[in-house]
């Protein structure tokens, strides 16, 4: 089974300032990986997925996450942090099997910009 | 906007009751997928529909159930519900089975009181 470690509940950084949240995860094969983003009250939006091809990969407003198969990472970083950036975070894994393709979630990370 | 929409978008009912969530998937999305999200647990996978029929299970309970119509609506039927059954739970769909990118609601709040 997979799963996905998204270590601290909180991280809390200046505006304009480097953007880090960790995920590892856990798989017996290799996984697609996601991060979405959830603002106070409304639903999960992706930022972005790695599935397969370039490791690197951008999403929506500035942010950007690296596969690393060798660290079992895929961390979410951004430039430069904004105070829209505020919200709730979570990383999670899929299993292409073919059959199904639910979402496994981290436990999310809070992520608030200090003016 | 995900195009995924769910009602009601709040509920208040009593332990021991029934509810019933509702949601709909994108124009032409033919998978659903219902999640819970609790202070306790996080957001867990509870089971995913496509094209009517049950396609995975994750960690749903005995008194909850789930179906998906020809018009591929989805209803999520909670019954005997307990304190620990508050949660916001999520609907997401998705074009197809292997469509790993997965479009959510914006989620029905259950207060069991």
């Known amino acids: ?115 | 906007d995900s195009g995924v929409t769910q009602t009601p978008k709040h509920l208040i009912t009593a332990t021991g009751q029934r509810v019933t969530l509702r949601c709909s998937p994108r124009s032409g999305d033919l998978s659903v997928y219902w999640y819970q999200q609790s202070l306790d647990q996080g957001l867990q996978f509870l089971i995913q529909y496509y094209n009517g029929e049950e396609r995975a299970k994750g960690n749903i309970l005995e008194r909850f159930s789930a179906q998906q119509f020809p018009d591929l609506h989805s209803e999520l039927n909670l019954s005997s519900l307990e304190l620990g059954d508050s949660a916001l739970y999520f609907c997401a769909s998705s074009p197809t089975t292997a469509s790993y990118e997965q479009y959510f609601g914006p989620g029905t709040r259950l207060t069991v009181t």
Not at chain 1, 62 to 75: D, I, L, N, R, V
Not at chain 1, 85 to 102: I, L, R, W
Request: net charge positive; charged share 15%; proline share 5%.
């Open chain 1, 1 to 115: 089974a997979q799963s996905v470690t998204q270590l601290g509940s909180h991280v809390s950084v200046s505006e304009g300032a480097l953007v880090l949240l960790r995920c590892n995860y856990s798989s017996s094969v290799p996984p697609y990986l996601f991060w979405y983003v959830q603002y106070p009250n409304q639903g999960l939006q992706l930022l972005l997925k790695y599935t397969t091809g370039a490791t690197l990969v951008k999403g929506i407003n500035g942010f950007e996450a690296e596969f690393k198969k060798s660290e079992t990472s895929f961390h979410l970083t951004k430039p430069s942090a904004h105070m829209s950036d505020a919200a709730e975070y979570f990383c999670a894994v899929s299993v292409p099997t073919g059959a199904n393709s639910k979402l496994t979630f981290g436990k999310g990370i809070t992520l608030s910009v200090r003016p």
